[in-house]
């Protein structure tokens, strides 16, 4: 194998490959930094690159493996986090020029998991300015969707979305508060799972909204994505809300097999008129559903009447818990930060007390829906987004009230399984031709409380029944 | 709902001791308008009787009622 072709390895096959020892960690690791020089400068997806840490990782790795000393299957394996988890000695700067001298004394608890793993750190992704969940605000310029340069990958996890599909590295991290991993996942073509709140620790990653904020993988295959979220789940001492309930083998539950399985196809979201799914989509999950019929699921239709109001709901709560948390920076920085986050600072700023409240109701009714259903169905489907990814658009600014209205009924498609904090995951169903270029639609599966298996199970099995996985961008 | 205008949401910010630049209060008053105009838009009759909790504690088995 030419070392040009590592990279478009799943991180699953590269693992298996150093584990049986037929490629070396070292090699991995140079023909992803290879990569990155050649094609980082495209698609904007690292701020930082830790060349020299992780070729040493890679150096030490190989001689743990030659000494008989595997940890398993991360061992080796380059990844790459999102600039929002803080990482020991290298610059965490949450896309912000405001944090952009940040060094932290110690990594976040997911990241040590994954160190503990054995996988190696290439470097931290671009994202949104402080997870806002805006395309351009990125101190560090936007990243590009390699798919299309021109459109956006997905926010706020923007360069976790970038690196992964543009195999700048095996899998990543992202930080899902309203959608900001499904959100990457789906416009990138790829899987990304939102783990249940408190399945994985929140500890040394700059919060956005504490009690919604999750950590998960971004991946190109559903296999990659179990040993991800696998090697970061689990109770942790320094977050009190983690769960004690045991982490599974997320990879041995992956059989394939739905017979016996209850699905929910969650009708509001196919709905043109109220939450304005484009016709490929709705098409594309339609099509979805009828798939999982002939793979033995059985498939039916649920309504949850309170989902088209998620999106207000959970920007309503999101922000203000966001601004909340360095109240003066707004009043005194106004101008460090992108001019995009700043209009969304101020305004959540001026949230009444009473719309928050109202809002932290309406979460607890979205919930008790979403359980509701869970009690007649396993998962529960839908669209991850209205449509395939958008055209960036370098003018910052809030176009109309219309606009910022749509853009709120948008977050709905995720932000309804933040609110229930049920896992979620994206997977590609399908492509839509725009514009002469091949872009991806996306298909959400959630699940009921800490049943990322039946979700990840779910998700396999289509992904091995389709070809979609086998297409790649061509940027 | 009424949208507030560009002098109302300078009247809030001062409330609250933040200065907006004029040529931000228009933006700035889409955003609040947009987030105020769709969470009045949500009429569910029993919402008074909730309990805004924003965590339910998890059990140990993972049973949900």
Same mark, same amino acid.
């Given at each position: 194998?030419?070392?040009?072709?590592?990279?478009?390895?799943?991180a699953?096959?590269?693992?298996?490959?150093?584990?049986s020892?037929?490629?070396?960690?070292?090699?991995?690791?140079?023909?992803?930094?290879?990569?990155?020089?050649?094609?980082?400068?495209?698609?904007?997806?690292?701020?930082?690159?830790?060349?020299?840490?992780?070729?040493?990782?890679?150096?030490?790795?190989?001689?743990?493996?030659?000494?008989?000393?595997?940890?398993?299957?991360?061992?080796?394996?380059?990844?790459?986090? #999102?600039?929002?988890?803080?990482?020991?000695?290298?610059?965490?700067?949450?896309?912000?020029?405001?944090?952009?001298?940040?060094?932290?004394?110690?990594?976040?608890?997911?990241?040590?998991?994954?160190?503990?793993?054995?996988?190696i750190?290439?470097?931290?992704?671009?994202?949104?300015?402080?997870?806002?969940?805006?395309?351009?605000?990125?101190?560090?310029?936007?990243?590009?969707?390699? *798919?299309?340069?021109?459109?956006?990958?997905?926010?706020?996890?923007?360069?976790?979305?970038?690196?992964?599909?543009?195999?700048l590295?095996?899998?990543?991290?992202?930080?899902?508060?309203?959608?900001?991993?499904?959100?990457?996942?789906?416009?990138?073509?790829?899987?990304?799972l939102?783990?249940? *709140?408190?399945?994985?620790?929140?500890?040394?990653?700059?919060?956005?909204? *504490?009690?919604?904020?999750? =950590?998960?993988?971004?991946?190109?295959?559903?296999?990659?994505?179990?040993?991800t979220?696998?090697? =970061?789940?689990?109770?942790?001492?320094?977050?009190?809300?983690?769960?004690?309930?045991p982490?599974?083998?997320?990879?041995?539950?992956?059989?394939?097999?739905?017979?016996?399985?209850?699905?929910?196809?969650?009708?509001?979201?196919?709905?043109?008129?109220?939450?304005?799914?484009?016709?490929?989509?709705?098409e594309?999950?339609?099509?979805a559903?009828?798939?999982?019929?002939?793979?033995?699921?059985?498939?039916?239709?649920?309504?949850?009447?309170?989902?088209?109001?998620?999106?207000?709901?959970?920007?309503?709560?999101?922000?203000?818990?966001?601004?909340?948390?360095?109240?003066?920076?707004?009043?005194?920085?106004?101008?460090?930060?992108?001019?995009?986050? %700043?209009?969304?600072?101020?305004?959540?700023?001026?949230?009444?007390?009473?719309?928050?409240y109202?809002?932290? %109701?309406?979460?607890?009714?979205?919930?008790?829906?979403?359980?509701?259903?869970?009690?007649s169905?396993?998962?529960?489907?839908?669209?991850?987004?209205?449509?395939?990814?958008?055209?960036?658009?370098?003018?910052p600014?809030?176009?109309?009230?219309?606009?910022?209205?749509?853009?709120?009924?948008?977050?709905?498609?995720?932000?309804?399984?933040?609110l229930?904090g049920?896992?979620?995951?994206?997977?590609?169903?399908?492509?839509?031709d725009?514009?002469?270029? #091949?872009?991806?639609?996306?298909?959400?599966?959630?699940?009921?409380?800490?049943?990322?298996?039946?979700?990840?199970?779910?998700?396999?099995?289509?992904?091995?029944?389709?070809? *979609?996985?086998?297409?790649?961008?061509?940027? | 709902?009424?949208?507030?205008?560009?002098?109302?949401?300078a +009247?809030?910010?001062r409330?609250?001791?933040?200065? $907006?630049?004029d040529?931000?209060?228009?933006?700035?008053?889409? +955003?609040?308008?947009?987030?105020?105009?769709?969470? +009045?838009? $949500?009429?569910?009759?029993?919402?008074?009787?909730?309990?805004?909790?924003? $965590?339910?504690? $998890?059990?140990?088995?993972?049973?949900?009622?």
């Amino acid at each position: 194998m030419n070392n040009s072709d590592i990279p478009f390895l799943s991180a699953t096959d590269l693992g298996t490959l150093i584990k049986s020892k037929d490629l070396s960690p070292v090699d991995a690791v140079t023909a992803y930094l290879d990569r990155i020089q050649d094609v980082n400068p495209k698609l904007n997806a690292y701020i930082t690159v830790c060349g020299e840490m992780a070729l040493a990782q890679a150096k030490q790795a190989e001689k743990d493996i030659n000494n008989g000393n595997y940890i398993g299957p991360l061992h080796g394996v380059p990844v790459a986090v #999102k600039d929002q988890i803080h990482s020991a000695g290298i610059l965490t700067s949450d896309a912000s020029k405001i944090r952009s001298d940040f060094i932290p004394q110690e990594n976040a608890t997911v990241l040590e998991n994954l160190t503990k793993a054995g996988a190696i750190l290439l470097g931290k992704l671009n994202m949104s300015e402080f997870a806002l969940g805006d395309p351009i605000s990125s101190a560090y310029g936007p990243a590009r969707n390699p *798919w299309d340069i021109e459109r956006n990958p997905g926010t706020s996890s923007t360069g976790s979305g970038a690196a992964t599909a543009g195999f700048l590295c095996a899998t990543s991290l992202g930080e899902d508060t309203g959608g900001s991993i499904r959100g990457p996942a789906a416009n990138c073509g790829l899987v990304g799972l939102r783990p249940t *709140w408190g399945r994985v620790s929140r500890y040394g990653v700059d919060g956005a909204c *504490w009690s919604i904020d999750t =950590i998960g993988p971004i991946s190109r295959t559903v296999s990659d994505c179990a040993v991800t979220i696998g090697s =970061i789940a689990g109770h942790d001492p320094k977050d009190r809300y983690t769960s004690n309930i045991p982490v599974p083998d997320y990879v041995n539950l992956l059989n394939g097999t739905l017979d016996g399985l209850k699905i929910g196809l969650v009708t509001d979201f196919l709905d043109s008129d109220e939450l304005g799914v484009t016709t490929p989509t709705k098409e594309a999950v339609v099509a979805a559903a009828a798939h999982f019929r002939t793979l033995g699921a059985e498939v039916v239709e649920i309504s949850i009447p309170i989902a088209k109001y998620t999106g207000a709901v959970i920007r309503t709560i999101t922000h203000t818990d966001r601004v909340s948390l360095f109240p003066d920076r707004i009043r005194t920085r106004a101008s460090d930060h992108h001019q995009n986050t %700043k209009i969304a600072f101020m305004a959540a700023n001026l949230i009444p007390a009473q719309v928050y409240y109202k809002a932290q %109701k309406i979460r607890d009714l979205v919930r008790t829906q979403v359980m509701e259903a869970f009690k007649s169905v396993d998962v529960l489907i839908q669209p991850t987004s209205s449509g395939p990814a958008g055209r960036i658009n370098l003018e910052p600014g809030v176009r109309s009230l219309d606009q910022a209205k749509k853009d709120l009924i948008e977050g709905s498609f995720r932000g309804i399984y933040s609110l229930a904090g049920v896992p979620a995951l994206s997977i590609c169903c399908g492509f839509s031709d725009v514009d002469g270029k #091949k872009l991806p639609l996306a298909l959400q599966i959630a699940g009921r409380p800490f049943d990322e298996a039946t979700v990840l199970n779910t998700a396999y099995a289509y992904e091995q029944s389709n070809t *979609w996985k086998d297409i790649q961008p061509d940027f | 709902m009424e949208e507030l205008t560009s002098q109302d949401i300078a +009247s809030l910010a001062r409330s609250v001791n933040m200065n $907006i630049p004029d040529n931000d209060l228009d933006q700035v008053a889409m +955003s609040l308008n947009a987030i105020l105009q769709l969470m +009045s838009e $949500i009429t569910v009759t029993d919402v008074n009787l909730v309990e805004p909790l924003p $965590i339910r504690h $998890i059990k140990e088995d993972g049973i949900y009622e």
